[in-house]
Each structure stands twice: as structure tokens, then as C-alpha cells.
């Protein structure tokens, strides 16, 4: 149990549904984080919010729209997606956005058909 | 732009064998260095983190890694492996008041038992 809750953990859709991943945090941390685990590829960073205001968007496809209600809640909303973006979506929390240590969940597996 | 190398994509070794995986990063600044560990079915979690001070980190489960600033470097080791370090291991750094923490493409551990 690591703090961080994600769901669902396994997610297909086809190319033009609309789905959402969330996460939670239990930490009580300020920052919340998107990764993107592909086999063979370095962990991606997707998202970065601080105080629930998004502060990094490494330039991701526009049909991945990130959410921050609260500090303790971030959503991806996933539409039309491509096959590509098949992978497992990592959310993770640290205390602020500098000290980085991260803690993770245990991610959403997706698979675009 | 930061990057972060893990030369070894695979390891495999036997138990009692000593383990040493190797970690270079680009970035001539100050850094935030760590190691975090994937085992099979479970989420990421930090092993060991360099902030400041002692170059020499121990971490858990008998861990340690140095940082050697000379040689950008901050190589993981373990005198003694144990089946259970069978696992996926991920180095990360964050350029000091950065808030982006940038991966390795992590070296697969295989202890055979």
C-alpha cells in the first residue's frame, strides 16, 4: 500500500471511446504526477501539477487531457486515442514539486485496440 | 537537455554474486539523484535518494549507491544479490530546483536462485 491509489488498473477501449484514469493520494502531498511506462522506453512525464496547478505539459498529444480538482485527486481523460498509446499509466505524489521523491501507485494498464 | 543512462538493460547474476548497475546523467548543475525499484506485480518505490552530504547513500535492504560529481555519475551496488532482487531497477534525477524528475530506461535484474 503505497498512498497512492489508481483505477481501474486495467483499461481497453478502442480508438474512440472516452475513458478516464484516476488517482488518489493519501499522503496529504501538494504535487501529483502523470508517467508513461512503455517496454523498452524510459518512464515518460506526462504531467506535473503543484497546488493543483498543472506546471509541466511535456508536450502530450492533445487526446490525453489531464484534471487536478483537488490535491488529492488528478484524472486522465483519454480520447480517441491511437494503439501507440498503449502502455502503463503511472500516476504518482511527492510533498512539493522539488524535493522528488516520488510516491507511486500501481498504475493503469491500457491497451487502444 | 537532462538525460539520464542506464548502460545495462539486463543483468543476470547468482545469488551471492555482488551487484553493481551503473547510472550517468547529463547536467552540470546541482542534482537530486535516485534509485527507485520495480519488483514483479508491484509499483515503483524509492531505494535510495542523494540530496546533499555524504556522496555514499545507503539505502534499504542493503543497498548503496555514490555519487561521484567528477564523473556524473551515481552507480547502485550490492556486496551480496538475493533472489529476492529479482526486479527492475530505475535511475532518476532531479536537477535541483527543477520540478521535473527524468528516468533511466531501468536494467532488468535476474538473480537465478
Known amino acids: 500500500e503505497t498512498g497512492v491509489t489508481q483505477t481501474p488498473r486495467h483499461l481497453v477501449m478502442g480508438m474512440t471511446n472516452k475513458k478516464s484514469l484516476k488517482c488518489e493520494q493519501h499522503?496529504?502531498?501538494?504535487?501529483m504526477y502523470w508517467y508513461k511506462q512503455s517496454a523498452k522506453k524510459p518512464l515518460e512525464l506526462m504531467f506535473v501539477?503543484?497546488?493543483?496547478?498543472?506546471?509541466e505539459n511535456n508536450s502530450v498529444p492533445s487526446r490525453f487531457s489531464p484534471e487536478c480538482p483537488n490535491s488529492s485527486h488528478l484524472f486522465l481523460h483519454l480520447h480517441t486515442l491511437q494503439p501507440e498509446d498503449s502502455a502503463l499509466y503511472l500516476c504518482?505524489?511527492?510533498?512539493?514539486?522539488?524535493?522528488?521523491?516520488?510516491?507511486f501507485g500501481e498504475g493503469s494498464r491500457l491497451t487502444v485496440l | 537537455a537532462q538525460s539520464v543512462s542506464q548502460h545495462n538493460h539486463h543483468v543476470i547474476l547468482s545469488e551471492a554474486a555482488s551487484l553493481e548497475l551503473g547510472c550517468n546523467y547529463s547536467?552540470?548543475?546541482?542534482?537530486?539523484l535516485f534509485w527507485y525499484v520495480q519488483y514483479p506485480g508491484q509499483h515503483l518505490q524509492l531505494l535510495l535518494k542523494?540530496?546533499?552530504?555524504?556522496?555514499l547513500v545507503k539505502g534499504i535492504k542493503g543497498f548503496e549507491a555514490e555519487f561521484i560529481k567528477s564523473k556524473f555519475s551515481f552507480n547502485l551496488r550490492k556486496p551480496s544479490v538475493q533472489w529476492s532482487d529479482t526486479a527492475e531497477y530505475f535511475c532518476?534525477?532531479?536537477?535541483?530546483?527543477?520540478?521535473?524528475?527524468?528516468f533511466g530506461k531501468g536494467t532488468r535484474l535476474h538473480i537465478l536462485p
Open positions: 532518476a534525477v532531479n536537477a535541483g530546483r527543477d520540478d521535473k524528475i527524468i
Open positions: 504518482a505524489s511527492s510533498q512539493d514539486a522539488i524535493t522528488g521523491e516520488l510516491f
Open positions: 547536467y552540470g548543475g546541482t542534482v537530486n
Open positions: 499522503l496529504g502531498h501538494n504535487a
Open positions: 501539477y503543484s497546488l493543483e496547478e498543472r506546471v
Open positions: 542523494y540530496f546533499s552530504g555524504d556522496p
